[in-house]
Structure formats: C-alpha cells, structure tokens
C-alpha cells in the first residue's frame, strides 16, 4: 500500500540520520556538524511520516550517553535545529502560496485525531484488544514474525555483548538498541495492525544479525563464509514461507 511505499522512502533517512550521530561520537573535531547533519536526516524522515519523532529521540538519548556533558547544550541546539529545518522550510512554502492553514489542518491535525478515542472505538469489539498498549505490543511482535532469523541474530548480539565489545564500539550497539526499541514503541504507539509497518523493525535488525554473524559466532573465518549466505537465504526466504 501507499504506507510501505512511504516506509521504504523514511528508512534511508533513518539510516544516514544514525550513521552521522555515529560519526559524531567519533569524531574529535566538527562534532556539532555531523550531529546537525543528524537533525537534518531526522527531520527529512519526519517529511515522511510524523512517527519519525521516536527515532529522533533515540538519536539523542544515544548522543547524550555519549558526548560528554560539556556538549550537551550545543549538541541539542545542533539536532533540534536541523530536525527544524526541513518543517520550517515545508510549512514556509504552504505560507507563501497561502494554503498554510490547510496544511496544518491536513498533516497535523488530522494525524492527531487518527489517535482520538472516537476513533480507536471505530475499530469495534473485534480488535479492541489490539489497540491496547499490551495488545499493540504482541500484536507488534507476532507480525513481525517473517523477520524471526533477523530477530534471532539480535538476541545472539543483546547475549554475547561483552564479548562482541572487542570488535564492535560499544556506541554501535547502543545504537541499534535504541533504534530498535525507537521502531518497537513506534508501532505501539500507533496501533500498527498491517505487516508493512514492521518495515522500520529492518535496519536495526540487519545491523545487529550482521555484527553477530561477523564476529559473534565461534567458528573460523573461512567456515562463517559459507555460513552467512545460508543465513541470508534463511532470511530473505522466511517472509515468503510464512506468507
């Protein structure tokens, strides 16, 4: 449907949006640079869809753990102001061709009232346990399930993470856990009900899966190189059995 595609279009964003608070991390010097580059790949993602403001608090909470406290004030100035930048230049263009208040009415408000009591009554006794916090969240997971090789490789990363510190930075890791805990909560939070919705569950997963398989698996390079493509296969393959 139209939202998968408009999935497809916000994990990109996502994706450079964590790579340049990564780079921020490691970097000694244009720090606040490559965290408003952050901001801005955020807000671009936001474009998209308004969910975008979960993983846009991943990227801060990640980057308060890491940066030190010196860096606090300037590095929430740099992500705010560039997750800004991208609505700030949206709603300029709806004021200037004077339809600014129908853009608020149809992106904003609209979406707020998508989350209305009327309207979660709207889904009748059938589903009502599904749009329940506790609900939302099994039904989160169980539709994620065509992602199980994927969600196995995380658990493998989340088990052996002292012993994946050694060649993994531990900021990368933290990372994918937010990120991943940031799509989890989205879903809840918004009572997703249809598959594609678990889209945003893939690149965190993918991230982890790769970092267990590339060195977290106890066996000899030249074994884990026959090992992998099966894995893969494994992965791409499960979606297409359980359907």
């Known amino acids: 449907g139209v939202s998968a595609v408009n999935m497809l279009i916000q994990l990109p964003f996502f994706i450079l949006a964590f790579e340049a608070a990564l780079t921020a991390l490691q970097r000694q010097d244009k720090i606040l640079r490559a965290v408003f580059w ?28 890491y940066l030190p406290r010196r860096l606090w004030l300037p590095m929430t100035a740099a992500l705010g102001l560039g997750a800004a ?3 700030i230049g949206f709603g300029l263009y709806f004021w200037a061709t004077g339809h600014f208040k129908d ?13 209305s009591p009327d ?3 709207g889904y009748g006794d059938k589903y009502r346990f599904y749009v ?10 169980l539709l994620s399930v065509s992602l199980i090789v994927l969600w196995g490789g ?3 990363a989340a088990l052996r993470r002292q012993r994946l510190k050694a060649f993994v930075p531990d900021a990368v890791m933290s990372a994918a856990g937010l990120w991943l805990l940031a799509a989890l909560i989205e879903a809840v939070a918004g009572r997703a009900l249809c598959e594609y ?7 965190p997963l993918l991230l982890l899966t790769a970092i267990t398989i590339v ?3 106890d066996m000899a390079d030249a074994k884990r190189r026959h090992v992998w493509p099966v894995i893969a296969v494994f992965a791409v393959a499960m979606p297409l059995i359980i359907e």
């Open 215 to 217: 060195h977290g698996l």
């Open 38 to 65: 952050s901001g801005i790949w955020v807000g671009l993602a936001g474009m998209v869809k308004q969910t975008a403001l979960f993983e846009a608090v991943a990227i801060f909470v990640l980057l308060l753990i």
């Open 103 to 115: 853009m608020f009415e149809a992106v904003i408000l609209s979406a707020l009232a998508r989350t």
């Open 132 to 141: 329940t916090p506790l609900g939302a969240t099994i039904n989160a997971i």
């Open 197 to 203: 919705y678990m889209l945003s569950f893939v690149p």
């Open 85 to 87: 930048l991208p609505a």
């Open 119 to 121: 309207v979660m009554a």
């Open 154 to 156: 995380a658990l493998l």
